[in-house]
């Protein structure tokens, strides 16, 4: 593998982290965005100094001064706009991806909402990191603004709201620290076993091992099919001046 990321030695205790001492996040058998869902208990990080300093082999996908490891949607060079050490989503330009593909990987990367805000629900700094293009870790500003659970800040969208609602203010940098397992299939396509997300907010776990229930989408259960070992990561434009840097 090819590991996109920031190995970070704060990844040493996962097993231990998830209330109850649980293994794996399981699924309570909510329907997709189910507004009667409980919502997750709201946490204070301790933001630890930002931006992180990226770890010697660590591959660096934006560096703060240009996305030439990024294309738009259409192949050519990425559109969004870069400016003092971040980029920002170019609305209605369409999403991003990388040059390189990816499979398992430990990813790092930090992303800031716009302020003021506007909007509310959805509408409110919307964005998404798409492992592999399929699996969806949502970006949304969820300081002080209620949504579906499972679509809020740290879910992974449409299947596990975070185990916390760590969010900051808008305008305030954030970092999201993963752990992703890809699928894995037969040779003749048959799911072999799902993927697996663990995720750190602001240093807080909001994902512990949990177990995908198939690629991500909008008010649908999608299921398993097979596809490459390895495929970019996308970053979703969602309409809103999301920002993002040290990827």
């Known amino acids: 593998m090819r590991p996109s990321i920031a190995r970070l030695t704060a990844f040493c205790c996962l097993g231990l982290l998830a209330p109850g001492g649980v293994a794996a996040q399981a699924s309570d058998g909510w329907r997709i965005h189910e ?36 294309v738009g949607r259409d192949g050519k060079p990425a559109p969004w706009k870069v400016r003092d050490g971040y980029f920002e989503v170019l609305p209605g330009s369409g999403g991003i991806a990388t040059v390189d593909s990816f499979g398992d990987v430990q990813l790092h990367l930090e992303w800031a909402e716009p302020t003021p805000p506007k909007g509310s629900s959805q509408d409110r700094g919307n964005s998404g990191v798409f492992l592999m293009g399929r699996y969806e870790l949502q970006v949304l500003d969820s300081y002080q603004n209620d949504t579906y659970p499972d679509g809020q800040a740290g879910s992974i969208y449409g ?13 305030s940098w ?26 750190f907010q602001n240093g807080v776990p909001v994902q512990n091992n949990a177990e995908l229930l198939g690629p991500t989408t ?30």
């Open 35 to 70: 507004m009667s869902r409980p919502r997750p208990e709201v946490v204070a990080p301790a933001i630890a100094p930002m931006p992180a300093r990226p770890p010697a082999g660590a591959e660096v996908l934006f560096d703060g001064s240009s996305l030439n490891r990024w």
């Open 159 to 171: 299947e596990y709201p975070p185990l916390y609602n760590v969010s900051l203010p808008p305008g």
């Open 218 to 247: 909008w008010l649908a259960r999608l299921p398993y099919a097979p596809h490459p070992d390895r495929l970019p990561l996308e970053l979703q434009d969602h309409g809103d001046l999301v920002r993002f840097r040290n990827i």
């Open 174 to 199: 954030q970092s999201y620290d993963v752990i992703f397992r890809r699928p894995r299939f037969s040779a003749q396509g048959a799911l072999l076993s799902p993927a697996r997300m663990t995720v």
